[in-house]
């Protein structure tokens, strides 16, 4: 399997361009192919738990020939119950491989995430923007050692 952990998105084509975006997708895809072997086989929902780390919680929301759109979030305890968060919508391109974030929920509590969403308005920085937090937190994952397969 190609691996892109040495690959950081930002310095491989100019940040925030069309082509750093595409780029940015291919390197979604491969990270959640890391995740997920078999995300083009995928269905229904799905739990990873790694020691000291939160629960990871995979579902997949529609399947075309094409396309996988997953729901992709942490459950988290708190003093007023179960928190998703953060709480991604993600869409894969089977036949293009790559992935993107469709939309990510609007009340992040993390500081950085809160920053990063109210920091552009344009579209292209919008995606951008959604799409290193999506990149990001896979390669997180990986590192910690979450795994979903279909059993």
């Known amino acids: 399997m190609l691996l892109d952990s ?5 310095t491989t084509v100019r940040p925030r361009s069309f082509v750093g975006l595409m780029s940015l997708y291919e390197s979604n895809y491969l990270r959640l192919l890391r995740l997920i072997p078999e ?3 995928i269905d229904g929902c ?3 738990r790694v020691a000291d780390d939160c629960e990871l919680c995979v579902e997949v929301i529609e399947t075309c020939r094409y396309t996988v759109t997953l729901s992709l979030t942490y459950h988290l305890s708190t003093h007023e119950g ?7 919508m993600v869409r894969v391109y ?4 790559q992935a993107e974030v469709l939309a990510i929920g ?7 995430l809160q920053r990063l969403i109210l920091e552009h308005k344009e579209e ?7 799409n290193i937090i999506l990149n990001k937190w896979l390669e997180y994952l990986s590192d910690r050692g979450h795994l979903i397969l279909d059993h």
């Open 106 to 112: 609007e009340r992040q509590q993390h500081t950085a």
């Open 124 to 130: 292209l920085d919008r995606r951008w923007r959604l």
């Open 6 to 10: 040495l690959l950081v998105p930002e």
């Open 39 to 41: 995300i083009d086989s």
């Open 94 to 97: 089977l036949d293009g491989k």
């Open 82 to 88: 179960l928190l998703s968060n953060p709480d991604m």
């Open 46 to 48: 799905f739990n990873s």
